[in-house]
């Protein structure tokens, strides 16, 4: 690779004070792909100097620099390497990234490309992939960030400070040297530990003088314009919604309403006039992105169309919000890889701005690095006692939300999961893009029993409570006499836990695969028949209750230990933290499994009847005993939807493409209805 163009930008004191930019002769072709990148013409570099006739020049430019660049582990390896290659020595000089520094400081960033920096932070950059546009771009884009970081909360600056170690080059210096001295929080935010907050306002229930429903569509016109078009068609959407929740009752209405029709304001606007906190909204779209729009966008727009506002909170599962305590642990890790190094300075920026804890927000492509592990929310918050972050816990906060809201959004997924969850009296209920409602029904009732994983996670746990073990917790507490009795306790569970799956698997295995060979020695999958399920509920039944109980043990010791460490961390050293965050993040995988072992005991009868699920023995491969798993699939949702309607009013089912053959009877049998009369309807 050769150099084909050079910029750069010097600023001093967050000036730019010089700009250069000089094309390169390569001396050799330039592929078709660059030329493309950089809109650069070949035949203009025939005419440009070698890189050699200019190196001595730009090698003085640079020296006694600071040289930051968009990915300089890049750029400044690339320039020494061509200056050695022309007999010059290699640059030392201190080096700065922008992008970890973007990374860090625009937390809710989705992209850190510099065209796509740029466009957000609304630096003019006329030609990306151009040097000198490039150059001088990135020099912009530091001066904001700089900005940036020491609009921060001081202790928050310090905190970045102190992990910076784990930054490319010198960019952890760089924020050492421009961070600002502490002083007095602004009135904004709340420290509690090393954290900082901001400070959400304390929410009160508010209570609206009732209006009354725009009947009219006269009344309607008036309404919405001018920010919204009077649709005929809509206003007798709005029209039917509000009559179907005035009769209430369990009775459905089914909506088809086409693209363009305005279907959000359509159901909405009537609901607005219904809904209150005492008898609640509940609408369930079909993916995250739409249940985000509906909260961001759909809702507030409405909300001043009408004058006033509408409470309404967005509803996931615990596993999408931060646990602060776990966090906050989660910073005295001793040697942190350069990953959580840099996570964890994203999440201390983004806890400054967020309001919600929904992890969400980060618009991350992977949730898979080993931090979020540790630091995702269970869905129990503890006590004032044992949890300093109690009343700032996010979660709690959520919980506290839907008790004040008018309007409740979730997803299909979380619907069909953890309808239990939202606790409400009978409330309306929307199901938006209801198309897909069974669909995703059926997905999140699919289940995978990995076995192989509890194993591996129970023996993991058993270390941590091993006597013989370096890392285990009872060197921890090795002088402890009320907590070793609680190790030892652990320590046997696990045992039994480990145990009763190694007989089931083996039970299983010699049941159904003993004495079977196959061609193939990748993944087997072997559906079972009714007489194999009847054997398995038989034979197994009280093997997997016993595994349900015992991980539940465990989840009471895991709750105590983590306990006990947030309430004295000043008994432990900075190293215990990790053994704790290892037991935390165990027992939340351990959970999830034992909550699957009881959904399976709840579906052993539709498993047994064999009319609405399937079920599958997998293995690794044929002789690997130890990978065995059950799987299950439920293939007619309809009795676990009617089942699930029955805690709510009124349900409506809205979306663009609810009819086949202009009929709504193949989605209204998916959904387990029948004999629908006629007022159900609506197109």
Partial sequence: D???QFGCALMQHGKIIQTISQLVNPDRSVPVAIQRLTGLDPNRLVAAPYFEEIAKTLHQLLTDTVFVAHNVNFDYPFLNAEFERVGLPKLQLAAIDTVELAQILLPEISSFRLPDLTSYLQIEHDNPHQADSDAISTAKLLRQLAARFQALPSPTQQALVA????LLRETGDYLKAIAKPLKPLKRGFVQVGPLVLRRVPTATQETFASAAYPATDLEKRHLLQPRYRFRKAQARMMDAVFAHAQEGGPQPLFIEAGTGLGKTLGYLLPYAYVATAEHKLVVATSTLVLQSQLIQTAIPT???VLGRDLPAVEVKSPQH????????????QESPSRQTQLLQMKLLVWLTQTTTGDLDELHLTTYRAPLFMQIRHTGDSG??????YYTLDFYRRLRASIDRAAIVVTNHAFLSRHADLLDLEAPFLVVDEAQHFADNTAAAFAQRIDLAQIRRQLRHLWRLSDP???RSLVNVYQNDRQMLPVLAQLNALTTTAQETIEILQHQIYRHFFNGKTTADQGFVSLSLDQAAINWLVTSQTDNIKTLIKVI????????????????????????????????AALTVTLIDQRDRLKLLLARLPELVAGQTAVASLTLRQMHDVSSLGLSWDIFQVGSAIQQLLQRFTAPVFVGATLTTDRSFAFLTAQLGYHDLPETAFLK
């Fill in 302 to 304: 409405l909300a001043a």
């Fill in 383 to 388: 006590t004032p006692f044992i949890n300093p």
């Fill in 552 to 583: 539940g043990r465990i989840q009471v010791i895991a709750t105590k230990l983590d306990a006990d460490f947030n309430g004295r961390q000043h008994f432990f050293l900075k190293s215990d933290g990790q053994r704790f965050q290892a037991l």
């Fill in 2 to 4: 050769r150099m084909i």
């Fill in 163 to 166: 992990r910076g170690s784990g």
């Fill in 468 to 470: 013989d073990e370096d």
């Fill in 321 to 332: 919000y931060i646990d602060l305590n776990k966090f906050a642990a989660s910073l005295h």
